[in-house]
């Protein structure tokens, strides 16, 4: 598929202006040439063009905002000039697998003043002597070469990317909540506690409640059974019969 193409088909309806990172690598480019880029992707932060058949950078158009340009595995040699007067923002760029022999061709880089991290690698430049040297004393400022600083320590995947200080203000982020649903599961855990406490008294009043009334009720029983003994004859007494009732028989 040729870069025209591709290019209609990333934008999935979108105006160029909402493109913030396109993505063209292993379509064919006309002649070795970047096409179907234009200005009007003022706000493209990410563009790459891997593998494409690039010979030439020259046609590349003004992006301000660009800051990642991918363009590795492709024929380029030179010609990076037109780089630092189009691209001021750039921080990341990509040029491994490329055509590069001489120190003197990547001169013009110096005039990216925010190019952070350059890969190199596979291009015949990197087979020089003193290569690390030279390119980190041509580009002070630069941070990673080929993914290694001037001390040789690997760079993280956070430096790599450009986006180390988004990385720990997520992590920061997510400790807070996770600090966050900490203090709520203890939360929790003690209001289930205070529950659990409430029922238990709960439970011992009822206790304390079951046993007094069953000590009143045992003692109202009682007093029951002393009125009932109180108001019939004591067990084996006989009534003793009256005598005038003894009278009354006999005159009968």
Known sequence: MDMKKRVSL???????????????????????????ITEEFSNLELLSLINVGLTSVADIPKLD?????????NRISGGLEVLAERLVNLTHLNLSGNKFKDIST????????QL????LFNCEVTNLADYRESIFKLLPKLTYLDGYDINDC???????????????????????????????????????DDDDDDDSGDDEDGEVNGDV???????????EEDDDEASSPAKGEKR????????DEDDD
Do not use: W
């Open 116 to 119: 952070k991290s350059l890969d």
């Open 10 to 36: 990333e934008l999935r309806h979108r105006s160029p202006t909402e493109v913030q990172e396109l993505v063209l690598d292993n379509c064919r480019s006309s002649e070795g040439k970047i096409e179907g």
């Open 106 to 113: 990547l001169e013009p880089l110096k005039k990216l003043p």
């Open 213 to 223: 009334d069953s000590e009143e009720d045992e003692e109202d029983e009682e007093e």
């Open 240 to 247: 003793k019969r009256d005598p005038e009732d003894e009278d």
């Open 154 to 192: 690997e760079a993280s995947d956070s430096d790599g990317e450009g986006d180390g200080v988004e990385d720990e203000d997520e992590e920061e982020g997510e400790s807070e909540d996770f600090e966050e649903e900490e203090e709520e599961d203890e939360e929790d855990v003690v209001a289930e």
């Open 65 to 73: 905002k660009l800051k990642k340009l991918e363009l590795s595995d």
